[in-house]
């Protein structure tokens, strides 16, 4: 059988112990005599790390500047930083930090050589301009796992409010020109970030997996992601928070969910997670691990009403045996029953907050559904169904 699909472009990537290393490589490979460092607010000074960069920036014969990002990126702040250092000779620009940072960074890189203002080309609510692609290169090195923004072409900026949004940026060319993951980098983040980018990143090889854009390529990328992250979420929460090595199965897992979400799409959290998220000063992980179990219980319902042989019952079920205490079930119903039980012990044992904790009221709900976008879901959800899924998290 013949099977025809496209695929994004992937970037190089160190992944492993030490890998930090490779930013001297990197530096001297693009003659970067000066570079815009693009980092959170103190996660790298607390991990002792920030003095490590400089040095390896250093051995380059590299200088550099520091900007810091806190919270999720907008387009106020793009443009701010764009007309600061636009015209001051940067060759290329490095992100360390989360998955806001990175993407904070792929914006700065794709609007300095330019000079004008991001909302010129931002997706739905922007000037309608499309980008030239042209853009300064660009070293992703996250220090979270959850996004996966470190090998996809978008940066998502927000404006957050009454009338906010959450859009993308978005041209081929945007995604990063190296990827570094180290380990050494990655054990600093508290419980409740790793919580919420974990299940960011959980559902971002889930719904590409449920897909029904996926594609064989896409499938082993994400299911390799699932057999990383599964069996170590709950334990980079807990015992195994301070272990490189459980953190860097995060990491790879994090990173194939962007690469799974570039080529085969995403569902019904993410088209949820837009408007909640340009509406309330919610974090988009949080958004993503609250709804993901609630999510999953109305597909199942769905599919078992309307299309009980759905390939994607299939799918759930064959997650649903990896998840702990799974392997043994070979009957469908009984592996996705445990599939969508096991999202619910998540949700409760890591503790992730509900809606209502960020002022989201029943009131609200009408509004976010008729926003809301099913598509790449397995199954069309009416209105009545996701307003149900979302009155189960408020």
């Known amino acids: 059988m ?26 001297r490979s693009h003659n970067a005599q000066s570079v815009l460092l693009v980092t959170g607010q103190a996660s790298l000074e607390a991990m002792g790390q920030l003095s490590v960069v400089e040095c390896l920036i250093k051995d380059a014969g590299t200088k550099y500047s520091r900007v810091i990002s806190t919270g ?8 701010r930083v764009t007309q600061q250092w636009f015209d001051q000779g940067l060759d ?42 042209i853009t300064l290169p660009f070293l992703a090195i996250p220090t979270t796992s959850g996004t996966g923004g470190e090998v996809s072409k978008n940066a998502v900026l927000s404006h957050v409010g009454p009338n906010g949004y959450k859009k993308s940026l978005r041209h081929d060319n945007f995604v990063p020109n190296t990827v570094i993951l180290d380990g050494s980098l990655l054990t600093g983040a ?17 719904e590409p997996f449920l897909s029904p854009m996926a594609t064989p390529l896409s499938d082993a990328i994400v299911w390799s992601g699932l057999q990383h992250l599964v069996p170590n979420l709950r334990r980079a929460c807990g015992e195994g928070s301070s272990d490189p090595q459980v953190r860097l199965s995060m990491a790879y897992g994090s990173l194939c969910s962007g690469i799974g979400l570039a080529n085969a ?4 959290v993410h088209g ?48 649903g045996r990896l998840m702990p205490g799974g392997s043994s079930l ?29 002022g989201i009221t029943a009131a609200d709900l009408d509004r976010i559904v008729e926003a809301a976008s099913n598509r790449n879901n397995p199954i069309a959800l009416t209105p009545s169904e996701i307003k149900i899924l979302l009155q189960t998290r408020l």
């Not at 508290?190 to 889930?206: E, I, P």
Request: proline share 5%.
């Open 190 to 206: 508290d419980a409740d970030v790793t919580a919420a980018c974990g299940m960011d990143a959980f559902t971002q090889l889930l």
């Open 92 to 133: 290329a620009v490095v992100g360390i930090g989360g998955g806001s940072v990175i993407d904070f960074g792929k914006a700065i890189a794709a609007m300095l050589p330019h000079g004008n203002s991001v909302l010129d080309h931002l997706e739905g609510v922007g000037r309608g301009r499309a980008h030239s692609g």
């Open 272 to 319: 949820l997670a837009g408007p909640i998220g340009g509406w309330f000063a919610i974090p988009h992980g949080v958004i993503c691990g609250t709804l993901m179990a609630a999510a999953q219980q109305q597909n199942w319902s769905a599919l078992q009403q309307r299309d009980p042989h759905h390939p994607a019952v299939e799918r759930m079920a064959r997650v």
């Open 330 to 358: 070979s009957d469908n119903k009984a592996a996705v029953d445990h599939f969508t039980k096991s999202l619910l012990n998540w949700v409760e044992e890591l503790k992730i907050p509900r809606l209502g904790s960020y």
């Open 72 to 79: 999720e990126p907008s387009t106020e702040l793009v443009d």
């Open 2 to 27: 013949t099977v025809s699909f496209s695929f994004a472009r992937v970037p190089p990537i160190h992944c492993g112990m030490g890998t930090l290393q490779e930013i001297t490589d990197w530096l």
């Open 265 to 268: 799409g995403l569902g019904i």
